[in-house]
């Protein structure tokens, strides 16, 4: 079936230190790609997208790559903020279907 | 802001009893999603409506039931309750039928099931 696998949060950095958050998925065909932010209290916002191999998403300083060969879209930033302390998912998509399919979400917690 | 309205925000209620969870839409948008969001669950994928008529259905329980109104707005229907039920549920809309759109969260009913 589809699935979406990140990797186990907590993750704590310090201000402007460097982040990866790991995703890799399983899907039939051509899924599209995404990672949402959830900050404290709210919903979901979708952060970047990609819908095809090689696509790069990017938006707020957030990037994240479609490895069709690796099958995976992790997401990076080169320098974090205190604000950007969120939960993070990635989710896919598969062609001509609408519903998304989450991974377990990542904590990010960033100290000054 | 993303224009996807839920109420009520926060809804307490007991075991066995029934609840109706409110969604509207962005303006525009034809497409509405439900997700329950639970601890030991994760985030996931309910059912969809289209203009109307559901369009794709996921992990929802026959307890729980949803309609998509001539004016777009949704309600989530969750009946003999479980404590097992209490979730922050998500409502969510966008433009199209099926694809690539982006998908908007409305800011979620959080339901506690005593």
């Known amino acids: 079936g589809n699935s979406v696998t990140q990797m186990e949060g907590p993750v704590t950095l310090s201000e402007e230190a460097f982040l990866t958050i790991n995703c890799t998925y399983t899907a039939t065909g051509y899924p599209s790609l995404f990672w949402y932010v959830q900050y404290p209290g709210e919903g979901l916002q979708l952060l970047l997208k990609?819908?095809?191999?090689?696509d790069k998403g990017s938006n707020k300083g957030f990037e994240a790559t479609y490895r069709k060969e690796t099958t995976s879209f992790h997401l990076e930033k080169g320098s974090v903020q205190v604000s950007d302390s969120a939960v993070y998912f990635c989710?896919?998509?598969?062609?001509?279907?609408?519903?998304?399919?989450f991974g377990t979400g990542t904590r990010l917690q960033v100290f000054p | 802001d993303s224009g996807v309205t839920q109420t009520p925000k926060h809804l307490i209620t007991a075991t066995g009893q029934r609840v109706t969870l409110r969604c509207s839409p962005r303006s525009g948008d034809l497409s509405v999603y439900w997700y329950q969001q639970s601890l030991d669950q994760g985030l996931q994928f309910l059912i969809q409506?289209?203009?109307?008529?559901?369009?794709a259905k996921g992990n929802i329980l026959e307890r729980f039931s949803a309609q998509q109104f001539p004016d777009l707005h949704s309600e989530l229907n969750l009946s003999s309750l479980e404590l097992g039920d209490s979730a922050l549920y998500f409502c969510?809309?966008?433009?199209?039928?099926?694809?690539?759109?982006?998908?908007?969260f409305g800011p979620g009913t959080r339901l506690t099931v005593l």
């Open positions: 989710a896919l998509t598969r062609r001509n279907t609408d519903k998304l399919i």
């Open positions: 409506y289209y203009n109307g008529e559901e369009r």
């Open positions: 990609a819908t095809k191999a090689d």
């Open positions: 969510a809309s966008s433009v199209g039928r099926a694809g690539v759109g982006e998908q908007f």
